[in-house]
Every structure is written in C-alpha cells, then in structure tokens.
C-alpha cells in the first residue's frame, strides 16, 4: 500500500491552475456576492437570537467576573444536553478548544507520536485531509459506501481497513450520510470492528446538530456505546457549523480512558483555554435551541434547500438525497461533458460561488468532478436569487 498524502493533492495537479485547496476557494468566495462556498454560517439572528445580541455587554462583565471553570462546565453541559449525551456529561473529561481544526490538529499529533497511519473516510472536507498530510500522517482513503449498508459493514472494514486507526466523519461533509440512517447498528458494527481489531477509532461529529430533533435518525447516547465497548477512541464535536455567531465557536474532543492523558497532555501544549465571554455567550445559543428544538437553526436551512431543490429541478444538476439534512447540499451534473471545475467557474464569472467537488475526493480528485456542494446557511432572500442566478448558468449550458 502506498499512502496518499505524502504527493500532490486535490488541487496540485500540474499546470491546472487549480487552487490547492477548498480553503483557498472559501476565501475567494469571501469576496463574490453569492458566497455558497463555506459552511460557516452567514444567516441573521432570530429573534430569540437577537435577545442573546443584546445582552453580549452583560454577558462580557459576567464572564470577566467568575471564573473559567464555571464556564468550561457550564458550555460542556449545556451542549451534551443538547446532543443528549448523559454519558459524555457524566464522563466530564472533555476538552474545549477554539476550533475544530485545533482538535483535529491534538488528535494529529497523536496518531503522528504514535506512528499510527489511518484509513479515513472517502468523500469528507478537505481540511480534514490536509490537517492530517501537512502533520505527515500516512493517509488511506476508505470508500463512504463501505458504511453504507450495517449488515455488511463489519466484513468490508474487515477486508479494506489495515491501518492502526479508523477515521469517520459522521453526519458526512458533503454527502450527508450518517451511519444513524439504519438506527444503532452502524455504530455498533464500527465499533466492533475497531475494537476486535485494535484499531483506533476517530469520529469527527461536528455535523452532529442536524441528527437532533430528527425523527428519522434520533442520535443516540454514543458515548455510552464508546465507553461501554473499551474501544480506543477520539471524539470531535463542534459548535461551529451550527449557530450564526460569526465564528466565535468552541470544539470538544473527548479521548478513551486508555489514551486520555497523552491527549490531555498533547492539548495542553496547545492551549490553555477557551475565552470565557464566547463560551457565556455559546452556552446561551445552545440552550436558546434546545428550547425551540433547534428551530430558529433548522428553518433557514429547510427553507434553503427548498428553494435550492426547486430552482434546480429539471436542470443538470441532480440532488443527491443525504441521510441527514445537514447545511450543504450535494448535487451531481448530470451531463457528458461539463466538469465541476468548469461549473464552479462559470458560476463564479456570475458571482456564485459553488465548491467543486474534487477536492472532497481526495485521492482521486477526478470522482470528484462529477459534484458540486452548496453552502445552506445562508439569508434566505440572497440564497433565492443566488439559485435564480444559477439557473440561468445552467441553462445556458444544458
Ligand atoms: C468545518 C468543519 C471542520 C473544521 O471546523 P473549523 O471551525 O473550520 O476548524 C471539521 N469537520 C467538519 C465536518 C467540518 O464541517
């Protein structure tokens, strides 16, 4: 086996032109006035949202006066009642960091002092990738379809996966799958392999928020199934794709008992804390939804994709159904020629700006040229006339 990673990625190819990452394009779009780019959440504040806006100076001094800890305990529980995790609650050994990014960052840096290579997940974010390339991880792709069916599940990561860890973004980014679609069993059958297998096992949740509330994949106490299994683990959870708080966010990763105080340690030298004032003000957001079920933060994207579906019905980009309506939208061009490098460049020369697919392969970019990803957390009056703006385009080019 070779390992991808240690080459040219998605971007690189050779005289393209490409930019090298997805990151670079976000940034671009950042300038472009249909920014459907990033999945940061560019939507306004509800009303609720908006009593939260105006008590930040109250939430400032409060934050100023008492102590870290009480704000550390504070977030963590209010954002495992949410997700419903009694066991990651009662655990209390979960870490906060500033972004994702950073946890993924700690859970590198052991898999490198480790000497651990990893099989990861195939389509997933780039960063996530290019956190673990630029960190000299020796990477191995995994197909997302191997998860897709539990009953075989366990076979086919028997057969494909050799590595010493297992790296699952659940609910994926683009596609929306999750392994909650068929209930417990996915996660039991992972579960199982990695721990017949002695396999780390790391799961990136930050999509997370969008199987709450959702009768079709009611998230479980996973971290019941985690602990209770004795499988080695490192849990990634996030707040930042889900509350329009202009990317103040918080991340968690929570390690198995086995390997806590390496992470612990790992962590430390990375930071010494969250800012309180954010984790004040997080901690309202999140129990501002788990009163209205996630309401104000599930509307907008319902709504968006709504009008995404049907601005583009009947055009040559077809939906791609996820299992978790999460706050991108996965659509493949149905048409010989057209590639999604060329699409996003001719939306761009319109002003939206899509992401193009191949960067989500990230071992063989190529699959990737047959998808497009759309960022759903946006206003919903720019998000409409940016789906008008992209009919047009396709049309023209049907
Ligand atoms: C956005 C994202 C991250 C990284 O989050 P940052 O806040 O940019 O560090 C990690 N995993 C997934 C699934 C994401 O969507």
Redesign the pocket.
Known sequence: MTPHGTTAGPGTAQGSGLLPDLTQHEIQALRTRFNLAD?HTHQRQSAAQRGIVERLPELWYEAENGLQATYEQRFTEAFFRLHRQPTALAKNKTLLSY????S?MVAGMYLKKQRMDVTLIEP??D??YDVLRNMDVPLYPIDEAVLHDPDSLYERLRRQVRTDALFL?DPN?PTGFSLLKHGRKGFEEVVRFCKDHDKLLLI?F??AAFTLFDPEVARFDVYELLENSGVRYLA?E?T??TWPVQDA?C?LITASDDIRKEVYNLHTSVLLNVSPFVLNMLTQYVEDSRRDELGSVRQVLDENRDVARKALDGSILRYEEPAVKVSVAWFRIDHPELRASELQRLLAIEGVYVLPGRYFFWSQPGKGEAYVRLALAREPRLFAEAMVRTREVLDRHA
């Open positions: 999945a972004a994702a990014s950073i993924t997933c974010f960063n996530l973004v980014n990136d930050c999509f990634i996030d930042g794709k966010k991340a």
